[in-house]
């Protein structure tokens, strides 16, 4: 089965230096990896996706995330943290079952930017 | 605008009763999906569907029943055979085996049991 592990409960941060939240994943055949964020008591928002192509995926809200294959990760960065940037950050792999497929979801990791 | 609605978004429940989540999308996806999310535990698949009149269970099915009468309303029913069901649930969709297999997700329902 399909995984993802992302090895941080919490990352800090101090407004505008670079971050990094951590994923790795496990696949067997080419992998489909994304992250979503989460703020409280609210659903979860589509931040980038990794399918195929150039390594380095741009997405929303000034975020990327590097594929890198060697290393089975897909780390999620930003180059300047703002303090909105606070919240709980979920990578996400696809799995295909019987031809259904659904996201498997690693720990979350909740990221603090301190003013 | 599109998107997913999820009603209540704060529940409470007595011991002992069902209560139904309703999950309702106007996006003509295919698939929905419903998470149950626990705290340090990330997100957990209950139940799946990919199209009408079909659903699948997921990794957390016990205590839980789900229906897909119409494409786009998925409801849950969390029953009291659910152990410990004060969690929060969140209800997803994606346009189906078509796409890449990027979910939508609803603003979720808090479910607590007194």
Not at chain 1, 57 to 80: C, D, I, M, W
Not at chain 2, 45 to 74: H, M, P, T, W
């Amino acid at each position: 089965a399909q995984s993802v592990a992302q090895p941080e409960d919490q990352v800090n941060v101090a407004e505008g230096n670079p971050l990094t939240v951590k994923c790795t994943y496990s696949v067997s055949g080419n992998p489909y990896l994304f992250w979503y964020v989460q703020y409280p008591n609210r659903g979860l928002q589509f931040l980038l996706k990794y399918i195929t192509g150039d390594n380095l995926v741009k997405g929303s809200y000034g975020f990327e995330a590097e594929f890198n294959k060697s290393q089975t990760s897909f780390h999620l960065k930003k180059p300047s943290a703002l303090v909105s940037d606070s919240a709980l950050y979920f990578c996400a792999v696809r799995d295909r079952i019987q031809g259904a497929q659904k996201l498997v979801f690693g720990q979350g990791t909740r990221l603090t930017i301190n003013p | 605008d599109g998107g997913i609605t999820q009603s209540p978004k704060y529940l409470f429940r007595k011991e002992g009763q069902n209560v139904t989540l309703s999950c309702e999308q106007n996006l003509n996806h295919d698939a929905m999906y419903w998470y149950r999310q626990d705290p340090g535990q990330g997100l957990r698949l209950i139940y799946y569907s990919q199209i009408v009149n079909d659903f699948q269970k997921g990794d957390i099915a016990e205590g839980y029943s789900v229906s897909r009468e119409k494409k786009e309303s998925f409801p849950l029913t969390v029953t009291s055979a659910q152990k410990n069901p004060t969690a929060f649930y969140l209800c997803a969709s994606s346009a189906g085996t078509v796409n890449t297999g990027e979910l939508f997700f609803g603003e979720g329902s808090r479910l607590t049991v007194l």
